[in-house]
T-cell receptor, first 116, second 114 residues
Framework: GAVVSQHPSWVICKSGTSVKIECRSLDFQATTMFWYRQFPKQSLMLMATSNEGSKATYEQGVEKDKFLINHASLTLSTLTVTSAHPEDSSFYIC????????????FGSGTQLSVL | KQEVTQIPAALSVPEGENLVLNCSFTDSAIYNLQWFRQDPGKGLTSLLLIQSSQREQTSGRLNASLDKSSGRSTLYIAASQPGDSATYLCAVRGSNFGNEKLTFGTGTRLTIIP
């Protein structure tokens, strides 16, 4: 089946630094990538939707200048948390449909971000 | 705004027992409902997808039902095994244009006791 590779699995950083999370589709072209975050004991919440070659669409309340999304190729989407602060500590996970219009979603393994 | 609730938040049962996980949603205008499994430190694995026009789906020891009008779904796991231990999430996809995103529940953390 389709695989989405997400790196890193976990990262610890100092407050004020930027962190980049990568998601690669290994055996399909991901024209769309969904980015979610999950705080402890809470639901996965959609942050933004990225489409290859165009600007990402952000959900209400998500700062686009803080969470930079790049989807420059059909196999790679990145999320950069800029000037991270402790409140950004969360589990970030990406997902992509294997083809346009598919109802299935394949998820990355997630990234646990801890900001000190 | 769609809200998805899962009860219980955690469940422990002895190996071999059958069990039911519950999911409820507030807006019945859904396109489909999915059940996922989430293992610690790993991504989500899709278990079952039920279209809004369907009432149930089965895969192996898993059976998911959907009652759209009452806003409820259940995931039935038969003859539970220790390998079933994980967090189970349900998610609904909205059917209204511009509302196609998935809304997840908070999950049920299942522990199967050997």
């Amino acid at each position: 089946g389709a695989v989405v590779s997400q790196h890193p699995s976990w990262v610890i950083c100092k407050s004020g630094t930027s962190v980049k999370i990568e998601c690669r589709s290994l055996d399909f072209q991901a024209t769309t990538m969904f980015w979610y975050r999950q705080f402890p004991k809470q639901s996965l919440m959609l942050m933004a939707t990225s489409n290859e070659g165009s600007k990402a669409t952000y959900e209400q309340g998500v700062e686009k200048d803080k969470f930079l999304i790049n989807h420059a190729s059909l196999t790679l989407s990145t999320l950069t948390v800029t000037s991270a602060h402790p409140e950004d500590s969360s589990f970030y996970i990406c997902s992509a449909p294997p083809r346009r219009g598919s109802e299935k979603l394949f998820f990355g393994s997630g990234t646990q971000l801890s900001v000190l | 705004k769609q809200e998805v609730t899962q009860i219980p938040a955690a469940l422990s049962v002895p190996e071999g027992e059958n069990l039911v996980l519950n999911c409820s949603f507030t807006d019945s205008a859904i396109y489909n409902l999915q059940w996922f499994r989430q293992d610690p430190g790993k991504g989500l694995t899709s278990l079952l997808l039920i279209q809004s026009s369907q009432r149930e789906q089965t895969s192996g020891r898993l059976n998911a039902s959907l009652d759209k009008s009452s806003g409820r779904s259940t995931l039935y796991i038969a003859a539970s095994q220790p390998g079933d231990s994980a967090t189970y999430l349900c998610a609904v996809r909205g059917s209204n244009f511009g509302n196609e995103k998935l809304t997840f529940g908070t999950g049920t953390r299942l522990t199967i006791i050997p």
